[in-house]
C-alpha cells in the first residue's frame, strides 16, 4: 500500500507582541509626529506565516518561545484559534517579543523589534519527531541562526522542503543555504545576499532581465528563488525547470487600496508554504500568494487580516 504523500507544515521561529501607532507620516530622524490611532496586535514573522498558512488550507504547526506573561497568552490563543498546533510554544522566563510599528497614511511600515523569549528559542527546542509529516519548513531570522540552522537540518532529514525567508537580513552561513530548497527575499534582500556583482533589476523590469540574477543564485546553490517586489508583484526563479522558459515567471501584482502593508510579506511566505505543502508549483504557489498578500493588506493588523480560500479564490474569479 502506498503511503499518503506528507502535508503537513512546521513553521520554527519568533512570535512578537505588535505595537502598532498609525499617523499621517512615518518621523524623519528626531522628529515627533502625532499618531491618529494604536492596537496592540499577535504577531511575529513566524506566528503570523503559521496563521496565514492554516487560514489557507495548511495543517500548521508552530515551534517557538513567548513569555509567561499576557502577551504570550494573547499569541497562543491567536495562533491556536487561527487552527494551528502550538503545543511546541514554549513558554520562557523572559519577557515576549515585542515589535514596535509605525504605519503611515498609504499603508507603509517601519518597525523595531525586541527579541524577547524569541532569543531563547535553541536547537534543543527543535526535534527530530516534530517533523515527520512535514511536507514544507518554514523559517525565518528572527530567531537564533544556529536554531534555524537546526531546524532547516531536521526538515531536510526528514524530505520537506525547506523555505527560508531571509528577513530579517543576516548572512547565511553556506550550511543554511544548502539546507534550503526555496530562498524568499524581496528585492533589497537579494541584492544584499549576492553582493557587489549583483545588479537587481528594476521592479517593472521583463522577465528576462532576471536571467543574470538566476544564474548568480544558482552558482551560490539556490536552485529555487521568489524576489517580492511589492506593489508590482513578485518573480520566481526556478533553476530546476525543465525548459528555461519556465525558469523565470514574471507574477503580476494585485492591486488593492493598502491600508496597512505589516504582515503583508509573511502572509505572501505562509501562502507560499501553504500552496507547495498541497503539491503546486513554485510559480503556481507565488500567484496564488500574490493576491493573499494583496488581501492582507487592505485591512488594520497582521493576522486578523489574513484571507481564507475563499478570500483568495473570490479575489482571482472578479
Known amino acids: 500500500m502506498t503511503s499518503a504523500p506528507k502535508a503537513g507544515i512546521v513553521v520554527v521561529g519568533s512570535l ?16 515627533t509626529v502625532h499618531g491618529n490611532g494604536f492596537a496592540v496586535n499577535p504577531g511575529g514573522k513566524s506566528a503570523n506565516q503559521a496563521v496565514a498558512a492554516s487560514k489557507l488550507g495548511g495543517q500548521v504547526s508552530l515551534i517557538g518561545a513567548v513569555g509567561d506573561d499576557p ?6 490563543d491567536s495562533t491556536a484559534s487561527a ?8 513558554r520562557s522566563d523572559a519577557a515576549t517579543g515585542v515589535a514596535v510599528i509605525s504605519v503611515d497614511a498609504s499603508g507603509e511600515n517601519s518597525i523595531i523589534i525586541s527579541a524577547g523569549a524569541n532569543g531563547t528559542l535553541r536547537p534543543a527546542d527543535v526535534t527530530p519527531d516534530a517533523f515527520q509529516d ?5 523559517l525565518c531570522l528572527e530567531v537564533e541562526t544556529d536554531t534555524v540552522i537546526a531546524a532547516a537540518q ?7 522542503t525547506v523555505l527560508l525567508n531571509l528577513s530579517p537580513y543576516a548572512e547565511v552561513p553556506e550550511l543554511l543555504a544548502g539546507l534550503s530548497d526555496v530562498l524568499l527575499v524581496n528585492a533589497h534582500e537579494a541584492s544584499l545576499f549576492l553582493g557587489s556583482e549583483a545588479d537587481v533589476p528594476d521592479a517593472d523590469a ?13 552558482d551560490r546553490g539556490l536552485q529555487r528563488v521568489l524576489v517580492t517586489l511589492g506593489a508590482q508583484g513578485s518573480v520566481v526563479l526556478d533553476s ?4 528555461a522558459e519556465d525558469q523565470i515567471t514574471r507574477i503580476a501584482p494585485t492591486r488593492v487600496s493598502a491600508v496597512d502593508t505589516t504582515g503583508a510579506g509573511d502572509a505572501f511566505t505562509g501562502a507560499v508554504a501553504a500552496r507547495l505543502a498541497a503539491g503546486e508549483s513554485l510559480a503556481d504557489a507565488a500567484a ?31
Open 16 to 31: 512578537n507582541a505588535d505595537l502598532t501607532i498609525y499617523c499621517d507620516r512615518l518621523p524623519q530622524p528626531g522628529e
Open 71 to 76: 502577551n504570550g497568552t494573547m499569541l497562543l
Open 83 to 90: 487552527g494551528v498546533n502550538v503545543s511546541r510554544v514554549r
Open 134 to 138: 512535514a511536507a514544507v519548513v518554514c
Open 154 to 160: 531536521a526538515g531536510h532529514d526528514a524530505g520537506a
Open 206 to 218: 521583463e522577465a528576462e532581465a532576471w536571467e543574470p540574477v538566476r544564474s548568480q543564485f544558482a
Open 240 to 243: 530546476l525547470a525543465r525548459g
Open 288 to 318: 496564488f500568494a500574490s493576491v493573499a498578500a494583496a488581501l492582507a493588506a487592505t485591512k488594520k493588523g497582521t493576522q486578523a487580516a489574513y484571507p481564507t480560500i475563499a478570500d483568495v479564490e473570490k479575489l482571482r474569479d472578479a
